[in-house]
Each structure stands twice: as C-alpha cells, then as structure tokens.
C-alpha cells in the first residue's frame, strides 16, 4: 500500500513537471519545425515559381518570334499571288515554277532558330515543303495534317498552336506544330477568299533546354501543351504521351503535397500557365528533397531535447523522494479526516524549517480550527432545531389566531351585511356604518399581518388564471370613489379604452397592491382629489404593458421617509402622537408583492401636477406592470353582464359547523335565498343526516372537535356520496386549501363569509 502510495505520488510529481517543463518544449520545437518547414517551403516556392516564369516568358518570346514570321509570311505578294495562280489541273513545270517562287521568298525565314520545317498547302492540297526534313514521296496531306486543318477550320487569321504532334515527315519524331490560314480580300466581291494553310514544325528541344538550369535539375518539370500532351520532360521516351501525372491540368488551384504517379511520392506542385500559346509549366519539388534539408537541424533539436529530459527526470525524482513522505503524510491525515477518522486532538510533528515544516504547522492550525468549528457545529444544529420547532409553533399559532380572530369577525361582518338588508333608522344605519368599517379595518389588518408572515417565510406564491382586468380595476374606482366622497375628495379614474380585457395573472396579488394604494393615499389625503390611472405603454398579440398609478394632493413623504417607505412598520408619522393610524404593513406586502409579478412601486414626491411651496406636496406611487392577455376568452364584450342565479329553490344544503354564530350566520345567508338548510355540529350529526337525506351542498369548517373537516371528508368520499363539498375556515394559510383539495374537497371560502362568496358557489356547482 506505501509503495504503491509513494510510486503514485512519484509518477504524478514527474508526471506534472514534466507536462509543464518538457511539453511546452515539444511544442515549441514543433513549431519550429513546422515554422522553419513553412518558411523554407514558402521561400523555396516563390524562388522555383519565379524561375520558372523566368523561363516562360522566355519561350513565349520565342514563340512570338514564330507567331511574326508567319504573319509576314502571309503578307508577302508572291506567296499569295502565287498560289491566287493555282489551278485544279497543273503541270509539273506550273508547279515547280511556283515551288520556286515561294521557295525563293522562304529561303530567307527557314534558318529561324528552332524551325524544322515550313509546309505551305494550297486550296487545291498541293503541298510546298521547304526545312530540314524530307518530304514524303506521294506528296499527300496525312493523318496530322487533316487534325490541323480540321482544328483550324474554326479559328481566324490568326496563328493556332496544335501542341505536340507528329512530324509529318518523320512519325518517330514529335514537332510543336502551328498554323496559320493564307486569304486575300476579293475587291470585286468584298469576301475573303481562302487559299491555303501555313503550317510550321517547332523543334521540342527548342523548348526543353530552357529547363537545363542547374538550380532546376534537382526537380521534375514538365511543359504540357493544352490537350495534356508532353512536350517536354525528365524523359525523352515520354514526349508526345499523355501527361498523367495530375488527373485534372486544368485546375487554376492544385493542392499541394498531390501524390504523383511517375514517382510514388507526395511532391509541392508549382503550375504556370502560357494561356496564348496553350502551354502549362509544371514542377515537381519532392518531400524528400524538403525532408532532407531539415533532417540535420531536426537531429541536433531531438538530441537537445532527449539530454534535457534525461537531467530533468533525474532532478525530478530526487526533489520527489525528499517531499515525498511529508506530503504522504498530510494526505493520509486528510484522508482519516474525511472518512470521520482523524483524532482532531493530535497533531503532526513539525520535522523542518522549510515550506514543507510551514505546511505541517498551518494543517495542525487548520485541524484545531476544524474541532473548534465542529464544536459550533453542534452547538448551531441545536439552536436550528430549537428555530425550527419555535417557527412550526410561530406558524401553528397564525394558523390558530387566523380562525379564532375570523371567527367572531364572520359574526361580526356576516350579521352586520345581513343587518344591513332590514329596514334601520337613519341613526341605526349610521352605527352600522361605524360597526362595517371598524370590521373591515380589522379584517385587513388580519389579512396585512398574515400576508407579512407568508412573505417572511417566503412562502407566498402567485396563483395566475384569467379574470377580466376592467371589472376588476372599474370595481377598485367604485369602491374607493364612495370612500373619497366620504372625505369630501374629488376621485378621478382614468380607466382603459376596453369594455373588457381578459390577462392571466393572480388577480388577489393585484387587488392587494392596489388596495394598499389607494388606502394609502385616501388616508393622507384631507383635501384635493385622487387621481387612479390605467395607462398602456404596449401591447402584443401575447401581452400588454401597462403603468398603473396613484396620485394625490395629500401630506407627502417627506425627504427621510422616501428610502424607507417600503420597509415594513415603517410610516410616515411613526410617533405616539400620530393623527393617521396603521401598521406600517401596507407598502411593504404591496412592494413585496409587486417583485413577485416582476415589477416594482416606484415613488415620485411632490407630486409633478401640484404647484411647488405648498403645504401639501402630494406623492404619486405608480407601477409598470407586463401581463399575459388570455388567449382563450376575447378582449371586447358588447356590455358586460348580469349574474343570473342558476341553482334551484328546492335546493337543500348542509352546514357541517360546530360554533353557533357560524351557524347561524351561514343558515341566514341561506334562508334568505330560499333554501332548505339542516345544521350538524359534529362529525356524527353529519353522517346520521347524510345517512338519511340528499343534498345539494355540504358547507364544512375545516377546524371541529374530535374529527376535523379533512377527516370527515375522506369518510363521506369512502361512503361514495359525490356531493359538493365547500370548505369554511378562518385558516387562509395556502398548505390547507391545497390539503383541503386533496382529501376531497370542491372548493374553499375564507371566513368572514359574505353572501357573494355563498352565491358564487351555489352558481358553480349548481345541477
């Protein structure tokens, strides 16, 4: 195991070092390689390409040199009226008279260096042979000659090279053939009329010894005429055959490094192209002959670098074996403390004054830290466990406050609107009025300190559906215009170009916000008016932008205020002393809410449409918000509608409810709508009068003694009875309307309970 341990940490070490010292070398020497490779290739290149055009031009002037003789040639006047004087029966003397007047003109062009042979074929294919070489005995056009004119037959005046053919004379011998159409211009007629074909033989050895440079015998090159023929090459026995050793001549581009047939190895490839003559140049520059040169250089790197990994590896490892058994060590103490192992009550014996001793000393450092922060550990895991049970009893008592405190407040509200449907006195309905809003202060205040415990706990969730965005902001104007006309306040809404715009969004999220809003601003706001505006910034098929504000002509925040305002229990006028009461709760839920929806309340104070030096400077809270449109329900109605009642006046319902005044108040609600109501206070009244009636709904608390509402839920679901079941509590925690959905349950209202809340159920699941 240690051996196998040192070994490991040996080769690792080396391994490393290596890796770091030795590779950036071999990259570095490849890339000199590659780079020396590059540049000589590159240099090597231009240097061969440049000779090679070099001797180009030089067979082009040659060439040229032909070109002009045989256009003079084909202006000189005995020529042409010569062979105008052809006829189609002509004696031998007729002929060698005119042998020997175009003889005579001749004479002077055939000792052109390089020409072998000048032929001159009439209209008629009479042929008149002056050069070197012996005319055949019957005197006739052959094989070639009847390519050439062919070939010629579509090209003008000027000179056509042929390429690389047989001589006519010698079909052992390969000749750079050209020809040139004889015409004279018809005064009478205006055409031209044709009258024979110049025909020269080049000489190939002409062309070849331009590429006897010395500096160009270390490579292979090739002169190719325009049909792939060779005229000249490294062997003589080739001349006239096809050149094979690229499949394609006619690509401007080639590919470097090509394999080549005649040698069997990859070669630089170099092409020149004299396109007027129809002549290709091509180079071969061996591997071998680079390899070669850079074999010497490549040795003395590869041995420099052989030597210095050799030292490097003998350093190496005697630097590894010095550290190696404090590192084994550490790393075994490491390993004990991983696996819970390690007595964090010992420690490693310092053996040196160097960087290996400082290692030692700042493990057993970090191990007494370790204990002492194991230590605060436990000590942490306690106190979390404490928290933990003293926020479960923090949320226990919410959950039990919320119902106790809603339950005499559903008395209190449900009675109070039930009241309110009588026949009252003036001064009657005027203490109604105190007893309805002292509640509904009250409810809110519930619902602030409730809905600041869920964002506390960062358990308050969006629930996003479709609900119509104008009847949900025409019925927040309603509500607080009447309480604006209360204050003697002008309320001015400027309300959406939309009889009905359906979003998906959390329609309660965004009634808090903008309760909390214009609650704050009718509060300190004494005189003046209130302006609730809806402003569109944007709309898509998908979504609409909208800025919601709330401007006022009230109290202003003042200057200290304005980086707190939305902290919670923070108001305006905190001290004991304060005209305006509240919990400071409001902005903070209404913020808090609003980064929830993405957004944020944003505040603007004085108020930009109130004149400055006032005692009242006004504020204005506004909020941009982005909402989905529904994609389900249109964006206009003609007028909105009329809730209709669609249950029955022979419905029957059962209240499962053990506090009397619920009772009673749930039994007024319902006697007022004409329905047959039976009461159970407990588990076991319920299921006697289920065992012996049907019903249309079954209204239950949630919270009873003995069995709650959950439980006896899941024993009517087992008996089978698919009756409605609407759940009534004070608990608006979201864990028990999501457990109230999962036993069974139909559908769920928070206490105070409202007779909207009572119809609105009826009508959804009415048969």
């Given at each position: 195991m240690k051996n196998r341990f040192s070994h490991s940490i040996i080769i690792r070490f080396v391994s490393i070092i290596l890796f770091l010292g030795v590779l950036p070398l071999l990259i570095l020497m490849a890339w000199a390689v590659y780079s020396s490779n590059?540049?000589?290739?590159t240099h090597l290149e231009e240097n061969v390409m440049e000779l090679i055009k070099q001797k180009a031009e030089y067979t082009s002037l040659q060439l040229a040199t032909v070109e002009n003789l045989m256009n003079n040639i084909s202006n000189v006047e005995e020529v042409i009226n010569s062979l105008r004087e052809e006829s189609d029966t002509l004696t031998i003397y007729q002929k060698l008279n005119i042998q020997a007047n175009i003889g005579y003109v001749l004479a002077g062009h055939i000792n052109l260096e390089g020409i072998e042979s000048i032929d001159i074929f009439s209209h008629n294919m009479n042929r008149y042979h002056f050069g070197s070489s012996l005319i055949k005995n019957d005197n006739s056009p052959n094989e070639e000659f009847n390519k050439i004119l062919n070939d010629n037959q579509s090209k003008n005046s000027d000179v056509y090279w042929h390429g690389v053919m047989q001589n006519f004379d010698n079909p052992d011998k390969y000749s750079l053939i050209a020809s040139k159409r004889l015409s004279y211009l018809d005064h009478d007629t205006m055409q031209e009329i044709y009258l024979g074909l110049i025909v020269v033989h080049y000489s190939l050895e002409s062309i070849s010894k331009n590429f006897t440079d010395d500096f160009l015998q270390k490579f292979t090159s090739f002169v190719v005429d325009s049909k792939g023929k060779i005229i000249s090459g490294p062997n003589l026995q080739d001349i006239g055959s096809d050149f094979k050793a690229i499949n394609d001549i006619s690509k401007d581009r080639l590919h470097k490094?090509?394999?080549?047939?005649?040698?069997?190895?990859?070669?630089?490839?170099?092409?020149?192209?004299?396109?007027?003559?129809?002549?290709?140049?091509?180079?071969?520059?061996?591997?071998?002959?680079?390899?070669?040169?850079?074999?010497?250089?490549?040795?003395?790197?590869?041995?420099?670098?052989?030597?210095?990994?050799?030292?490097?590896?003998?350093?190496?490892?005697?630097?590894?074996?010095?550290?190696?058994?404090?590192?084994?060590?550490?790393?075994?103490?490491?390993?004990?403390?991983?696996?819970?192992?390690?007595?964090?009550?010992?420690?490693?014996?310092?053996?040196s004054i160097d960087e290996i001793g400082e290692l030692q000393m700042w493990f057993?450092?970090?191990?007494?830290?370790?204990?002492?922060?194991?230590?605060?550990?436990?000590?942490l895991e306690a106190q979390k466990e404490v928290a933990e049970i003293a926020n479960k009893a923090k949320d226990n008592f919410l959950a039990s406050i919320s119902h106790e405190l809603r339950t005499p407040l559903n008395g209190v509200i449900s009675v109070s609107e039930l009241l309110n449907t009588t026949e009252l006195t003036a001064e009657q309905k005027e203490y109604l009025i105190v007893i309805q809003q002292s509640s509904d202060i009250l409810y809110s205040l519930i619902n602030q300190v409730l809905d600041f415990s869920k964002i506390s706990a960062n358990k308050l969730l969006l629930t996003s559906d479709n609900f119509d965005l104008i009847q949900m902001l025409d019925k927040m104007a309603n509500l607080y215009s009447v309480q604006a006309k209360i204050k003697n306040l002008n309320f001015i809404y400027k309300q959406l170009p939309y009889k009905s715009l359906y979003v998906?969004?959390?329609?309660?999220?965004?009634?808090?916000?903008?309760?909390?809003?214009?609650?704050?601003?009718?509060?300190?706001?004494?005189?003046?008016?209130?302006?609730?505006?809806?402003?569109?910034?944007?709309?898509?098929?998908e979504k609409i932008d909208l800025r919601i504000s709330v401007a006022d002509t009230g109290?202003?925040?003042?200057?200290?205020?304005?980086?707190?305002?939305?902290?919670?229990?923070?108001?305006?006028?905190?001290?004991?002393?304060?005209?305006?009461?509240?919990?400071?709760?409001?902005?903070?839920?209404?913020?808090?809410?609003?980064?929830?929806?993405?957004?944020?309340?944003k505040l603007i104070c004085p108020n930009p449409e109130i004149a400055a030096n006032t005692d009242y400077p006004g504020s204005v809270f506004y909020l941009d918000l982005t909402l989905a449109l529904s994609k389900e329900l249109s964006d206009y109605t003609?007028?909105?509608?009329?809730?209709?009642?669609?249950?029955?006046?022979?419905?029957?319902?059962?209240?499962?409810?053990?506090?009397?005044?619920?009772?009673?108040?749930?039994?007024?609600?319902?006697?007022k709508l004409k329905i047959e109501v039976h009461i159970a206070s407990n588990w076991r009244e319920c299921l006697k009068l289920l065992e012996n009636n049907s019903y249309d709904y079954i209204f239950m608390d949630i919270q009873m003694p003995e069995v709650t509402g959950f439980e006896l839920t899941k024993m009517i679901r087992d008996k089978g009875i698919k009756t409605p079941i609407i759940a009534v509590s004070g608990n608006v925690v979201d864990e028990i309307k999501v457990q109230a959905m999962n036993v069974g349950m139909d559908d769920f209202i928070v206490k105070p309970i409202k007779s909207s809340e009572i119809i609105r159920m009826l009508n959804k699941y009415s048969r």
């Amino acid at each position: 195991m240690k051996n196998r341990f040192s070994h490991s940490i040996i080769i690792r070490f080396v391994s490393i070092i290596l890796f770091l010292g030795v590779l950036p070398l071999l990259i570095l020497m490849a890339w000199a390689v590659y780079s020396s490779n590059k540049s000589m290739m590159t240099h090597l290149e231009e240097n061969v390409m440049e000779l090679i055009k070099q001797k180009a031009e030089y067979t082009s002037l040659q060439l040229a040199t032909v070109e002009n003789l045989m256009n003079n040639i084909s202006n000189v006047e005995e020529v042409i009226n010569s062979l105008r004087e052809e006829s189609d029966t002509l004696t031998i003397y007729q002929k060698l008279n005119i042998q020997a007047n175009i003889g005579y003109v001749l004479a002077g062009h055939i000792n052109l260096e390089g020409i072998e042979s000048i032929d001159i074929f009439s209209h008629n294919m009479n042929r008149y042979h002056f050069g070197s070489s012996l005319i055949k005995n019957d005197n006739s056009p052959n094989e070639e000659f009847n390519k050439i004119l062919n070939d010629n037959q579509s090209k003008n005046s000027d000179v056509y090279w042929h390429g690389v053919m047989q001589n006519f004379d010698n079909p052992d011998k390969y000749s750079l053939i050209a020809s040139k159409r004889l015409s004279y211009l018809d005064h009478d007629t205006m055409q031209e009329i044709y009258l024979g074909l110049i025909v020269v033989h080049y000489s190939l050895e002409s062309i070849s010894k331009n590429f006897t440079d010395d500096f160009l015998q270390k490579f292979t090159s090739f002169v190719v005429d325009s049909k792939g023929k060779i005229i000249s090459g490294p062997n003589l026995q080739d001349i006239g055959s096809d050149f094979k050793a690229i499949n394609d001549i006619s690509k401007d581009r080639l590919h470097k490094y090509d394999k080549i047939d005649f040698a069997g190895e990859k070669a630089l490839i170099l092409k020149h192209n004299l396109d007027d003559y129809g002549l290709k140049f091509f180079t071969f520059i061996s591997n071998k002959y680079l390899w070669d040169t850079q074999f010497n250089s490549l040795k003395i790197s590869l041995i420099g670098l052989i030597t210095i990994i050799f030292f490097s590896l003998i350093i190496f490892y005697i630097f590894a074996k010095r550290i190696l058994f404090p590192i084994k060590e550490l790393t075994e103490a490491f390993v004990d403390i991983t696996k819970n192992r390690y007595d964090l009550n010992s420690q490693i014996i310092i053996k040196s004054i160097d960087e290996i001793g400082e290692l030692q000393m700042w493990f057993n450092l970090f191990v007494k830290n370790m204990q002492e922060k194991n230590n605060y550990a436990i000590e942490l895991e306690a106190q979390k466990e404490v928290a933990e049970i003293a926020n479960k009893a923090k949320d226990n008592f919410l959950a039990s406050i919320s119902h106790e405190l809603r339950t005499p407040l559903n008395g209190v509200i449900s009675v109070s609107e039930l009241l309110n449907t009588t026949e009252l006195t003036a001064e009657q309905k005027e203490y109604l009025i105190v007893i309805q809003q002292s509640s509904d202060i009250l409810y809110s205040l519930i619902n602030q300190v409730l809905d600041f415990s869920k964002i506390s706990a960062n358990k308050l969730l969006l629930t996003s559906d479709n609900f119509d965005l104008i009847q949900m902001l025409d019925k927040m104007a309603n509500l607080y215009s009447v309480q604006a006309k209360i204050k003697n306040l002008n309320f001015i809404y400027k309300q959406l170009p939309y009889k009905s715009l359906y979003v998906y969004n959390d329609e309660i999220a965004l009634q808090k916000i903008l309760i909390n809003l214009l609650s704050n601003s009718l509060k300190y706001t004494n005189h003046g008016q209130i302006v609730f505006s809806i402003k569109e910034l944007e709309r898509t098929e998908e979504k609409i932008d909208l800025r919601i504000s709330v401007a006022d002509t009230g109290l202003g925040i003042p200057e200290t205020k304005k980086k707190t305002i939305f902290e919670a229990f923070e108001q305006v006028d905190g001290s004991l002393s304060k005209k305006i009461s509240g919990t400071g709760l409001g902005l903070s839920i209404a913020q808090q809410l609003s980064h929830l929806m993405q957004s944020e309340i944003k505040l603007i104070c004085p108020n930009p449409e109130i004149a400055a030096n006032t005692d009242y400077p006004g504020s204005v809270f506004y909020l941009d918000l982005t909402l989905a449109l529904s994609k389900e329900l249109s964006d206009y109605t003609s007028e909105k509608t009329e809730v209709i009642n669609t249950f029955s006046q022979d419905t029957k319902c059962l209240v499962v409810e053990d506090n009397l005044i619920n009772q009673k108040v749930i039994s007024a609600i319902l006697n007022k709508l004409k329905i047959e109501v039976h009461i159970a206070s407990n588990w076991r009244e319920c299921l006697k009068l289920l065992e012996n009636n049907s019903y249309d709904y079954i209204f239950m608390d949630i919270q009873m003694p003995e069995v709650t509402g959950f439980e006896l839920t899941k024993m009517i679901r087992d008996k089978g009875i698919k009756t409605p079941i609407i759940a009534v509590s004070g608990n608006v925690v979201d864990e028990i309307k999501v457990q109230a959905m999962n036993v069974g349950m139909d559908d769920f209202i928070v206490k105070p309970i409202k007779s909207s809340e009572i119809i609105r159920m009826l009508n959804k699941y009415s048969r």
